[in-house]
């Protein structure tokens, strides 16, 4: 059975940071792509960052050059560097496959960005 846990989330103001973490059970996210997802009230759940096997990445426009996905094969364990947050940032993130399995999905950690 496959767990993802997210964690790192916090409320932070504008221009802050931080990261958060995936970490995995019963699967070696090391083998596969993975993506880091958010949702933010009344809206769909968008991708924002994905990381191929190896370490070639890819970001929406919107967190092109602010965020940052990596993993740590030892720790099973995907990461996502928030830098120069803005208030359009505060959702719920996630993670999962970059086409994402339903069974997968976990409960997210909230990021608030906010003064």
């Known amino acids: 059975q496959v767990q993802l846990v997210e964690s790192g989330g916090d409320l932070v103001q504008p221009g802050g940071s931080l990261r958060l973490s995936c970490a995995a059970s019963?699967?070696?996210?090391?083998?596969?792509?993975m993506g880091w997802y958010r949702q933010a009230p009344g809206k769909q759940r968008e991708l924002v960052a994905r990381?191929?096997?190896?370490?070639?990445?890819m970001y929406a426009d919107s967190v092109k050059g602010r965020f940052t996905i990596s993993r740590d094969n030892a720790k099973n364990t995907v990461y996502l560097q928030m830098n120069s947050l803005k208030p359009e940032d505060t959702a719920v993130y996630y993670c999962?496959?970059?086409?994402?399995?339903?069974?997968?999905w976990g409960q997210g950690t909230q990021v608030t960005v906010s003064s």
């Open positions: 999962n496959t970059p086409s994402p399995i339903a069974s997968w």
């Open positions: 019963g699967v070696r996210l090391s083998i596969l792509a």
């Open positions: 990381i191929i096997s190896g370490s070639g990445t």
